[in-house]
């Protein structure tokens, strides 16, 4: 049973570009939460998602960020015009009922923003 | 708003010693407490969570932590470290009751394990 998978690994982008993160859940996971983790801080709540609906965005920076989970294929989590700001490591997590003490997380994609 | 503090950054043990890493929180009513494990390039792991009821709870790995309400505390415990154990611990806080606003946990900045040989 494949955990939860996260790609890129790393991912470079130079300032102004789109950066796009997917997430896969594990199998039989409906329930997708992106946290970031910027140097020397802990995870920070992002947005949490269930299938084709945006359930809690209160973590999301207002502009240039965006999250989706659509019926079918991965979750996505775009950020546009990247700033050196969004250089961190974005974990993304799932869980098979959507309560917090279930969390599975991925590995992580490490975003540098040149 | 509920927040978490672990304050040790850095810690190192000799292997087979003892372990305690701290972690106190701020939250209104009781708390829904975890803490997980992250290896080098690795994701985060659960290692024990406390909801209710006995305030010593035992993790996976041998790690057990206990829930002090007067002192807002969660610190996690292991009697004898292996080296495997060598990972950053993140202690983290969720909201104790279920429904909107809760499904976010809050972590700390993570306490950094290191084990001499």
């Known amino acids: 049973n494949a955990g939860v998978m996260q790609n890129p690994r790393h991912l470079v982008r130079r300032r102004g570009q789109e950066a796009r993160l997917r997430c896969s859940p594990m199998?039989?996971?409906?329930?997708v939460y992106w946290y970031r983790q910027l140097p020397e801080e802990g995870l920070k709540f992002m947005v949490y998602?269930?299938?084709?609906?945006?359930?809690?965005e209160s973590g999301m920076p207002k502009e240039r960020f965006s999250a989706e989970f659509p019926k079918e294929g991965p979750s996505i989590l775009r950020i546009q015009q990247v700033v050196r700001g969004d250089s961190a490591a974005y974990f993304c997590?799932?869980?098979?009922?959507?309560?917090?003490?279930?969390?599975?997380f991925g590995s992580g994609t490490q975003l540098s923003v040149l | 708003a509920q927040s978490v503090t672990q304050p040790d950054i850095h810690i190192t043990v000799s292997e087979g010693a003892s372990l305690e890493l701290r972690c106190n929180y701020s939250?209104?009513?009781?708390?829904?407490l975890f803490w997980y494990v992250q290896s080098p390039g690795q994701g985060l792991q659960l290692l024990l969570k406390?909801?209710?009821?006995?305030?010593l709870v035992q993790g996976i790995k041998g790690f057990e932590a206990e829930f002090k309400r007067s002192q807002s505390s969660f610190n996690l415990r292991k009697p004898s470290v292996h080296w495997s154990d060598a990972a950053e611990y993140f202690c983290a806080v969720g909201a104790g009751y279920s429904g909107a606003g809760s499904y976010q946990l809050t972590f700390g900045k993570g306490t950094k394990l290191s084990v001499i040989p």
């Open positions: 998602l269930q299938k084709e609906n945006i359930i809690d």
């Open positions: 199998k039989g996971h409906s329930h």
């Open positions: 997590a799932s869980s098979p009922t959507g309560m917090r003490e279930k969390l599975f």
């Open positions: 406390y909801f209710s009821g006995d305030t």
């Open positions: 939250y209104g009513a009781t708390p829904y």
